[in-house]
């Protein structure tokens, strides 16, 4: 005995029927059918453009390459080159602003605070008053004394300009300045 076909109204006709769970034979909407044709055809031109015959170039290549532009276009900083930058006017008032905002909070006008950042306008210098020792430490930072590494948040440029700046108000002694530290040398060293 045998049941006839049944139909639903939203499913049309009913082919299966187990434990109450009624399978229709419908066909699938054009929209996702066309979805996942060209998923496949996207896949097959993937494979091929950049796998197979390898015209295009896979993401760690790129990776690759743009580290090795930044290398190349990375600047070899130097005692020498620091001085001349603290001769440009235009990377002082740069660097002057980036100090304004951004070391102000525990250096003052450079003078430094009591308890936070050292004073920058005296002749002590705690890290090497060199040049290149200051662009150290913006780089890297004080992390036990607090500073952080700001090379990484002001780029290479911003940490030349602001060792520009600070090379500038250097030994200027400005009043109300920060006791000097105890480990603190003179710079430049004297003979």
């Not at 290398?71 to 990377?91: G, H, W």
């Not at 705690?126 to 607090?146: F, L, M, Q, S």
Request: aromatic share 10%; charged share 25%.
């Amino acid at each position: 005995m045998s049941e006839g076909k049944r139909t639903d109204e939203i499913q049309g006709e009913i082919l299966h029927v187990y434990d109450d769970i009624e399978e229709a034979d419908n066909n699938l909407p054009t929209w996702w059918l066309l979805t996942f044709y060209g998923a496949i055809a996207f896949g097959l031109v993937y494979w091929f453009y950049y796998h197979e015959y390898g015209i295009g170039k896979l993401q760690p290549e790129v990776y690759a390459e743009q580290m090795a532009a930044a290398e190349a276009e990375r600047t070899v900083v130097t005692d020498e080159s620091l001085e001349a930058l603290a001769q440009d006017e235009a990377a002082v008032a740069a660097g002057r602003k980036i100090f304004e905002t951004q070391c102000f909070a525990c250096h003052d006008k450079g003078q430094g605070r009591v308890g936070l950042g050292s004073n920058l306008t005296d002749e002590y210098w705690v890290r090497g008053g060199a040049p290149t020792d200051i662009h150290a430490v913006v780089v890297n930072g004080i992390p036990e004394k607090g500073m952080t590494p700001w090379a990484a948040i002001l780029g290479e440029e911003g940490v030349s300009q602001v060792t520009a700046y600070v090379l500038t108000i250097r030994n200027t002694n400005l009043e109300g300045g920060k006791p000097v530290e105890e480990e603190a040398t003179v710079w430049p060293p004297e003979d």
